[in-house]
């Protein structure tokens, strides 16, 4: 049986843990900031629930290594809800020009990269890759540039300061989001290469 299989068949384990309730609790901020930022006037609690959501992505994880509450829910979870905050965040900033279109093309272009990759491992019977620390820095990274860019749109006292930070930041997430990719890349074809190799050893 192929490890990945074997490894979904043992279930998402415990479901009530502090870093999956974090994780859980970051999902909502999603739409919370989308309906701040996009729906009313209080851009200010808007920068305030990108904050907690970048702060909230270390928290969890370190949560779940410190209390050994760690699962497979939430190893889903967690990268779940970094991605649906990096997208709703880009496309937000992007539609009130915060954000120039070429960064959110390069940004989706990876996602794709990607999606076609778990795309291919899955049809190939493998689970996705382990998640690398080189992306989680990156997704770090831009979590925390986009509130920056947020506030240089919104305060002219921060500009001076806050807009150049929030672009070295945001420069080096996507440069690390766009390394995180290759490593992802590289990991996956180790890993349908040790399959088929169990595969031709086991016939």
Known sequence: MDRDEGTQ??????????????????????PLFLYLFLATDATGWAVVVLVVGGLSDWVDGFAARRLKQVSRLGELLDPLADRLYILATLFALTFKDVVPWWFTIALLAREAVMVLCLVVLRILGHGPPPVHYVGKTATAVLLMGFPMMLLAKVSDAARSWALPSGWALLWWGIVLYWVAAVFYFIQA????RAGRLQASDAS
């Open 189 to 192: 074809a180790i890993h349908v």
């Open 9 to 30: 068949r043992q279930g998402l384990g415990p479901v009530l843990t502090v870093p999956n309730l974090i994780s859980f609790t970051r999902l909502l901020g999603v």
